[in-house]
């Protein structure tokens, strides 16, 4: 049984898709363009197939089959007269069925039945191995998604550890960053103090020596005057002497 659900896996189930449109796209076609087109989707359809089937083996994906598929896997096949648990189905939910009472109903299901000699026990077992076959295809799925879903925990996991541990190495390297700007800033601070005293001393020297310079121009005209007033008294005196 187990072979029969890997022979209907879903990327053989693609492949059979991909092979029917190509029988359709070749019977459709017309003389050699319609031959070309068919070959071309037969070896597009191939290429798809085996890329999917790549991409399975690598990591589970959830692509469950179709019920056909899952009878046909467990070896379920209709009756040559198509009385299955499908036709009745079919029959109850069918517009001749509607609003009738449910006896009336199983009335005519029993006629019917009846009438193509198909027994109620050959629809009851029918009805009853497909139920048993989609139990088992859901157990079966059930337990192949239950394990990736359990390792895509675990995965999920360790992706939080390594992102703490790339999260604490970040941290260090901002940390360091913040160090090294405060160091920085602090030796920056003593420059800018350091250059302020500079630049203070300067100014005070330049202040010093122009007050200097401004000074010296205004002694010269009362050295001058002093000058001529002691020539002016020297000669003066001889005058007085003479006379």
Not at 59 to 72: A, K, N, S, T
Not at 79 to 99: D, P, Q, R
Not at 103 to 119: F, G, P, Q
Not at 223 to 231: D, F, L, Q, S
């Amino acid at each position: 049984m187990a072979r029969k659900w890997l022979e209907l896996a879903p990327w053989q189930n693609k492949r059979e898709r991909v092979s029917a449109r190509t029988a359709e796209s070749s019977e459709h076609g017309q003389g050699e363009n319609g031959r070309e087109n068919s070959m071309q989707a037969d070896s597009f359809g191939k290429k798809e197939a085996e890329g999917h089937k790549t991409e399975c083996v690598a990591g589970f994906q959830v692509d469950l089959l179709p019920m056909e598929d899952i009878y046909r896997a467990a070896g379920i096949t209709n009756s040559k007269k198509g009385y299955s648990i499908h036709k009745v189905v079919e029959m109850l939910n069918s517009e001749h069925m509607v609003g009738l009472a449910n006896d009336t109903k199983r009335a005519a299901v029993m006629v019917a039945l009846e009438a193509a000699d198909i027994s109620l026990g050959q629809v009851q077992q029918d009805a009853k191995t497909r139920q048993e076959a989609l139990n088992r295809y859901e157990a079966e799925q059930t337990k192949l998604i239950e394990a990736e879903w359990t390792r895509k925990a675990e995965e999920n996991i360790r992706i939080e550890e390594e992102l703490e541990r790339v999260k604490a190495q970040y941290a260090a390297r901002v940390k360091r960053n913040l160090d090294e700007a405060a160091r920085e800033k602090s030796v920056f601070d003593r420059w800018l103090a350091m250059k302020q005293q500079e630049v203070k001393s300067i100014s005070a020297a330049m202040d010093l020596c122009l007050k200097r310079e401004v000074a010296e121009p205004d002694r010269t005209p009362l050295t001058n005057a002093a000058a001529a007033g002691a020539g002016t008294s020297a000669a003066l005196i001889p005058s007085a002497t003479k006379a």
